[in-house]
């Protein structure tokens, strides 16, 4: 049985911690997650059993997550940056591969601008790659409904913003995923002390199109049906980045890891062992080359 070792760490003045599952013969660096905006360092136990099949697995309560402390008002991603680079150094190695989900899609990518080298492979899944004026209005709308203590309403709108509404629209484990992400969504905002705050920064932030990252290779995928931000969109922002991959998942939306989640697990396992993607079942491009390509129908 693996061991699961839990390491406490400060930066900045705030404490926060990282779980590793440490995979003695690896076949490539250690993976490192970075979920969503309300997933700590367990949000992603799935995925323990089929990455120790190649290496070791990283996952981190960053400040604002977990039992990490929350971050000030005068802190920002310079702190979450170091934290990072903090676990990286404090487990003694110089790379890791980083599979970032969500709002963690950003806070891996910012990264990897920043840290290059400290960067093996990037996975980024479901980027924030634009925030519309009329999703601003739906958050704040739900903000308000928050504020008043209308808790239903206050879901129900977050709902609307991450899930795909249109039923007419094929989404796998549609009925299941809304009811987890309703269960996760109550649960942050009335049992954890910085759930909402964690939330409405997460709200606003997207992942810059214009930004430039080179020499780490990088794959982005998303659902289809994507609504918190286009695959149109993610594929405009993954052309910014030098000879990255684009994949798109049929019959799924934002939460595509856990409505294809064996299919992006196989993802994940294929592109940081350098296996070809192109026999997984979907057709990936290179995103600065290639035409679109096809939802994958797996």
């Keep these: 049985m693996t061991e699961e070792t839990i390491r ?4 900045d003045g705030l404490s926060y911690s990282y779980r590793v599952l440490r995979q003695p013969a690896s076949r490539t660096e250690p993976v490192l997650v970075l979920g ?3 997933q700590d360092k367990y949000g992603w136990q799935h995925l323990d059993a089929p990455v120790l099949t190649v290496t070791s697995l990283i996952s981190i309560d960053l400040p604002g ?3 990490a402390d929350p971050l000030r008002s005068d ?7 170091d934290a990072i680079e903090q676990v990286i150094d404090d487990l003694g190695i110089s790379r890791v591969n980083i599979f970032g989900y969500s709002f963690g899609s950003v806070l891996a990518f ?4 920043r840290r290059p080298g400290r960067v093996a492979r990037l996975l980024l899944g479901g980027v924030p790659a634009s925030t519309t004026d ?3 209005e739906l958050w704040h709308k739900a903000a308000g409904h928050m504020a008043a203590g209308e808790l239903d309403a206050f879901v129900d709108l977050v709902l609307e913003l991450t ?3 249109d039923e007419s629209r094929t989404v796998r484990h549609r009925k299941l995923v809304h009811r987890y992400v309703k269960r996760l969504l109550a649960h942050a905002v009335t049992r954890t002390a910085h759930g909402f705050d964690v939330l409405e920064r997460s709200s606003a932030e997207t992942v810059n199109p214009s930004g430039v990252l080179r020499g780490v290779p990088t794959l982005v995928f998303c659902g289809e049906h994507d609504n918190v931000s286009t695959p149109d969109r993610q594929r405009a922002f993954a052309d910014t980045i030098e000879g990255s991959r684009f994949v798109s998942f049929a019959e799924a939306d934002h939460w595509v890891a856990l409505e294809r989640a064996e299919e992006v697990i196989d993802l994940l396992l294929r ?4 296996r070809p993607l192109e026999t997984a079942g979907f057709a990936p491009a290179a995103a600065s080359r290639a035409p679109h390509p096809e939802p994958a129908s797996a």
């Design 75 to 81: 802190q920002g991603w310079d702190v979450m940056h």
């Design 163 to 165: 899930l795909c509404q």
């Design 134 to 136: 009329e999703k601003m």
């Design 110 to 113: 910012t990264f990897a601008q």
């Design 65 to 67: 997550s977990g039992d």
């Design 271 to 274: 592109f940081f062992t350098d």
């Design 36 to 38: 969503g905006a309300l």
């Design 8 to 11: 406490n760490l400060s930066v």
